[in-house]
């Protein structure tokens, strides 16, 4: 080796490459530490059994032909600078075998992070782990916690899935927060379903929640957990990814894992499409609308509700079939929009039930 490659500051990584000259481990012992190599003048043990024996000599011949495919190996180690690694930036050739550089392409790389998410707390890293355990790309843990996901860790090492067992600290990095619950995951994300995929697979009973901006995490795992208590499975968004975030999911406490997402080209497009597909669009408004209290709901109903402070768009609620109110002591403008969902929600299951 050069002395070049012998700096402090250069490291030397080992690759393999096919060389001329064959190498035998039997004779020469390891190339840098000269060890293992066999005494020219020590004395071979003596054999019992005589030398003329045709066994043994055919044994011998066996041995010696299998010594000289290992040093005919076109495999063998040479150290290459950390400039020249730098050089071949190529991705390798199928024939290139090991002596290829590991290559990882940054746009795959890009579009594998984009897939993935983060997903924490307690109940709903469980409840994703009994929905969905193949999801699971990577997780984390603190100590305190580990007797509850037992059957998760026995899981994962199983199926050879990374996990570490961290402090605090570590996981609130991992997790992105500090209220992660003694817990994260990656996961692959769950793709929302068109409209019309859902359609074809929906029940005879079925309700819908579409929200129409509203993004706010807290508020949006709030209605996932309703949904999920009263039975809606399908929530119409925009985006998708607003039902993956991780505080959406904690928020939900398990709930996401019994709701999709649901999308179309634009928000009034996947209202229609729910119209003609036999549903009841039931808008909803602080102001003006029949009281809940006198209102049937159909057993297909799409409960469509806006962010608190602008609400629904005109032209979303002259979508509306049955636009209704919920009443109270009028001594606030509007109710919570997840608190809102939940009453709604309720009422659909109660009548649904009676």
């Not at 009034?268 to 119209?275: C, H, I, T, V």
């Not at 009281?291 to 609620?317: C, I, M, R, Y």
Request: aromatic fraction near 6%; glycine fraction near 8%.
């Amino acid at each position: 080796m050069n002395d070049e490659n012998k700096s402090k500051s250069s490291k030397v990584k080992v690759m393999y490459v096919r060389g001329e000259e064959a190498t035998s481990s039997r004779s020469s012992g390891n190339p840098r530490t000269g060890k293992g190599g066999r005494s020219s003048d020590r004395k071979a043990p003596t054999d019992r059994r005589s030398s003329s024996s045709p066994r043994r000599d055919e044994s011998s011949v066996r041995r010696n032909e299998s010594s000289s495919h290992r040093n005919d190996s076109p495999w063998r180690t040479v150290s290459k600078r950390p400039t020249e690694q730098k050089e071949s930036t190529q991705a390798p050739s199928a024939d290139e075998g090991l002596t290829a550089k590991s290559y990882i392409d940054p746009e795959q790389l890009r579009r594998q992070r984009q897939e993935e998410t983060r997903v924490y707390g307690e109940n709903a890293c469980q409840a994703l782990f009994q929905s969905r355990p193949e999801a699971i790309v990577r997780a984390w843990f603190v100590q305190s916690v580990t007797p509850r996901f037992r059957e998760t860790l026995r899981w994962l090492a199983a199926n050879r899935k990374a996990y570490h067992v961290v402090d605090d600290s570590e996981l609130a990095k991992a997790a992105g927060t500090e209220h992660h619950g003694g817990v994260c995951f990656i996961i692959k994300k769950q793709t929302g379903l068109d409209v019309a995929a859902w359609l074809a697979q929906a029940e005879e009973q079925d309700c819908v929640v579409a929200l129409e901006n509203v993004g706010n995490p807290h508020n949006l795992g709030a209605i996932m957990r309703s949904c999920a208590h009263f039975g809606a499975k399908a929530i119409l968004v925009n985006d998708a990814n607003l039902l993956e975030s991780g505080a959406a999911v904690r928020t939900a406490e398990g709930g996401a894992e019994h709701v999709r997402a649901v999308t179309a080209p634009s928000f009034l497009q996947g209202l229609d499409a729910f119209r003609r597909a036999g549903y009841s669009i039931v808008t909803t408004s602080s102001h003006e609308g029949q009281p809940l209290a006198s209102t049937t709901f159909p057993t297909k109903t799409v409960f469509v509700l806006g962010q608190e402070g602008e609400g629904l768009h005109e032209e979303t609620l002259r979508q509306g079939d049955i636009s209704l109110s919920i009443g109270g002591t009028g001594n606030i403008e509007s109710l919570n929009v997840s608190v809102a969902a939940g009453i709604l929600l309720g009422e659909w299951w109660r009548q649904q039930k009676a």
